[in-house]
């Protein structure tokens, strides 16, 4: 293993293989689900989207945009209906190898009041 792909802050390894890769890379990502009428509704309907490089992203977005449901299709949580989401250049299905580099706080984050930012996003 490559000894520059040590994280800074917890001394844990990191696959060489995947120093390079976009953080997320999207493509073509739907997720459709039928109301209780029968309806299609379309909660992600063709996003495409790349994050590159390590950090704190967020999603933003007014109610019923779909970013929760786009968190979760990322997370492997929610099978997409159409697209290609990859995590750290693993595709969702294999999002288990890298699951102990990738954190996400789906609907109502908790967070401790008392610990910093860095803390929080720590545990």
Known sequence: M???AQSPHHGRMRSSATLD???IEVTGLRKTYRS???RKVH???GLDLLVEGPGVHGFLGP???GKTTAIRCLL???RPTAGSPQGIGRPVDEIHTVIDRLGALVETPKCFPTFSGFKNLDK
């Open 76 to 78: 492997g949580l929610v």
């Open 43 to 45: 909660a992600v309907d």
């Open 21 to 23: 890769a976009p953080v």
């Open 63 to 65: 109610n019923g945009a």
């Open 2 to 4: 490559d000894p520059s």
């Open 36 to 38: 209780m009428s029968g």
